[in-house]
């Protein structure tokens, strides 16, 4: 044992604990072996798979825009990033110039997308805390945003927004939807803020996520963790800082030092005002014009790919072009690469933590079963 | 006693725990609503937890449940029914004739063995929940293959374990601030001091008595924030999570009844009414217990579970502040 109270060395475990695959406390199917001493989590082991659908093995061969509509279906959390990083691969692969104004909305969604996951984790940690109530009040919250979500897209999961060379006609912003989008963040804010008050001034909530799941900086760096998960070690690392389409917007990108489950659900609450913040920099800087460009033509290419910052984390696309078609697709989510966090951050902690200390790390099981790597076909 | 008074006693006896069951159906949904409506929530009706869903589990096919005594594992929420209404009986005045049966040292016995049934549904409770994956297991290079594999229940036995050690001191100080008070171990005693010095409650000593007393209560139900025998991050149901149809509604109806009883107790001992449904007091002991339920509603709602990190801590400064009514019930 280290001074950390974590395992460094192989041992002999006395008990495993296995939770799962289907659980209370898991949202998600997911196995979890937990190692366990006199209740004290000794090591762990996560494992995925059950729920694998083989997105990109049917996304082989599929016309680019039937193609970029499936990547949707990847998520239900985060639907929107996947289908705009999946167009933004084909439009880098093209050399497509994207009009401004729905880059623009893009951002607004991506960042409605952002709000209305932050509030999820918030309410599901909450409830893997077993307070209830706290849940409930964030899922209040967060109900506004999932309205904003179906008033643009016309679903409150899976929006399909972002289209090769654009948005679709049916997420444009007229006037009455610009005020309703102030409306709701002005709600959002208001609520946040007083959630967040709530929130850190309870001492039994501080109690039970205080000092609990600590991932230090260089373990969270050697362990590939990404988002605000790494953020939460004090990592200043956030994609949108490089990422050309966030390049007109201001804010600023949260860190916490301490690697606790504190220290992420702070990181994530504060994420939201900043959210908050470029969806109404989008909306006073709202470019007029087309919403779509159309003339564009489909070319092969080679294997083309892209990162974006997603709620999680970084969400990696690539495929090439051939005939219209797409091949040799890889797709991997944040979550795969925040497992070796998960693992890590319940050990030396009480078992009734160890899923806190899994769940601060805002695993996404479903879109991580897709680990695969495609050659050729 | 003439024949007469034994049967007006045997009446009130069978009459006031027809009444306590009556209640008691009411208070799973009340407690239920009261969480709801704080948070924002309409909640089930108040008839579903305590009334509809034991009944609608008493026409369920019965499940044999995963454990290697299955007899024993169902027959064990009964013999919980039969020692909670055993605590409520010692109570009734009308049995206040069998002396030492009716003595707090009875109380605190029967208190130990509804605590010990928990133990015991944990250990002869294996669900599949836990059970191994011969593949990603075993086969796949899975870490540490070959270990020992603990089922969650194993887990909140070991819990439960715990709770008859430390856990339930709290409840156990408060009943003997009464004690202390009253200087006598029988609950005739206790009830008779209390009609001559007034309720036990208002005193210093009572009222810090009435504070642990009540923790010690949602500890003894395993309620939020002490409900680690039943935390949903872990072991979920723990000892309860193979009991299906019939055996499951005897759970729902014990714990109901748990809530009503443990209320009495309190009735008896801090405020000097014992459950009679042949006095008028008897609605000041379904008051009280409304009164329990509400508040515990509303610390649950409001609190998260505890780990022992903090269970610890809590019981011992709750216990300090009973033996800090013991001393000044000495004053």
């Known amino acids: ?377 | 006693m003439s024949i007469a008074d034994s049967l007006i006693a045997f009446i009130a006896v069978i009459g006031t725990l027809i009444l306590a069951f009556f209640v008691s159906a009411w208070l799973p949904g009340i407690e239920r609503r009261f969480q709801a409506r704080i948070q924002q929530r309409i909640g089930p009706p108040i008839s579903t937890p305590g009334i509809m869903a034991p009944l609608k589990f008493f026409f369920k096919e019965v499940i044999n449940p995963n454990s290697p005594m299955p007899g024993l594992y169902n027959v064990l929420p009964i013999i919980g029914l039969i020692i909670t209404i055993s605590l409520l009986m010692i109570t009734m005045p009308q049995l206040y004739v069998l002396a030492a049966f009716t003595s707090v040292i009875a109380l605190v016995g029967l208190l130990k063995v509804e605590e010990i049934i928990y133990m015991f549904m944990g250990s002869l409770s294996q669900s599949v929940l836990s059970l191994k994956m011969p593949f990603p297991d075993i086969v796949k290079g899975a870490k540490h293959p070959g270990v020992r594999r603990s089922f969650v229940e194993e887990l909140s036995s070991m819990r439960a374990f715990r709770l008859i050690a430390f856990g339930s001191f709290p409840i156990y100080i408060a009943i003997f601030v009464t004690v202390a008070i009253a200087k006598s171990i029988y609950i005739s005693d206790i009830v008779s001091y209390q009609q001559i010095h007034g309720p036990i409650l208002f005193s210093l000593a009572g009222i810090l008595g009435a504070i642990v007393f009540f923790i010690g209560f949602m500890i003894l139900l395993n309620e939020y924030p002490f409900a680690i025998l039943k935390t949903k991050a872990d072991v979920i149901e723990g000892p309860l999570l193979e009991y299906a149809a019939k055996y499951r509604a005897y759970v729902y109806i014990s714990r109901g009844f748990l809530i009503f009883v443990l209320a009495s107790i309190f009735s008896t001992l801090f405020l000097g009414i014992p459950p009679n449904i042949l006095s008028w007091t008897i609605l000041i002991n379904i008051a009280v217990t409304l009164v329990f339920t509400m508040i515990m509603a509303t610390v649950s709602t409001f609190s998260p579970i505890f780990t022992f990190k903090q269970f610890y801590p809590l019981v011992a400064g709750v216990s300090m502040i009973g033996i800090l009514a013991i001393i000044a019930s000495f004053l």
């Open chain 1, 1 to 377: 044992m280290d001074e950390d109270n974590k395992v460094t060395k192989k041992q002999v475990i006395e008990t495993e604990v296995p939770l799962g695959t289907v659980h209370s406390a898991a949202i998600e199917p997911y196995r979890v072996r937990l190692f366990v001493e006199d209740e004290i989590v000794k090591d762990a082991e996560i494992t995925v798979g059950v729920n694998h659908r083989g997105v990109e093995r049917i996304m082989e061969g599929l016309p680019v825009e039937k193609a970029n509509s499936l990547t949707e279906k990847i998520c239900g959390i985060c639907s929107n990033s996947h289908i705009w990083n999946s167009v933004l691969v084909a439009e880098k692969a093209l050399g497509i110039e994207v009009p401004e104004r729905a880059l623009y909305i893009r951002i607004i969604m991506e960042e409605l997308e952002r709000l209305h996951s932050h509030m999820l984790y918030l309410a599901h940690g909450s409830e893997v805390l077993g307070h209830e109530t706290f849940a409930m009040r964030i899922f209040y919250i967060r109900e506004t945003v999932m309205e904003l979500l179906r008033m643009i897209g016309g679903n409150r999961v899976q929006y399909g927004v972002p289209i090769i060379g654009g948005i679709r006609p049916r997420a444009e912003l007229d006037l009455m939807r610009i005020q309703k989008i102030k409306d709701g963040m002005d709600f959002v804010e208001e609520k946040i803020t007083e959630f967040a008050e709530r929130f850190v001034s309870d001492p039994m909530v501080m109690s039970r996520i205080t000092g609990v799941g600590i991932l230090k900086k260089e373990d969270a760096i050697r362990l590939s963790a990404t988002g605000p998960t790494l953020r939460a070690t004090g990592v200043d690392i956030d994609l949108r800082r490089d990422m050309p389409e966030y390049e007109s917007f201001e804010f600023n990108v949260i860190t916490q030092d301490d690697g606790d489950v504190k220290a992420n659900i702070l990181v994530r609450v504060l994420e939201i005002p900043e959210s908050i913040k470029i969806i109404r920099q989008a909306i006073d800087h709202l470019p007029e014009g087309k919403i779509t460009n159309r003339s564009w033509d489909m070319e092969d290419s080679p294997v083309t790919n892209n990162y974006i910052e997603v709620p999680r984390g970084k969400l990696y696309h690539s495929y090439s072009l051939d005939d219209g078609r797409v091949r040799n697709v890889i797709i991997r989510t944040p979550s795969i690469t925040n497992i070796g966090a998960m693992e890590y951050a319940c050990i030396g902690y009480h078992i009734t933590d160890a899923q806190l200390a899994i769940v601060q790390c805002d695993p996404c099981f479903t879109c991580t079963d897709r680990a695969i790597k495609i050659i050729q076909i």
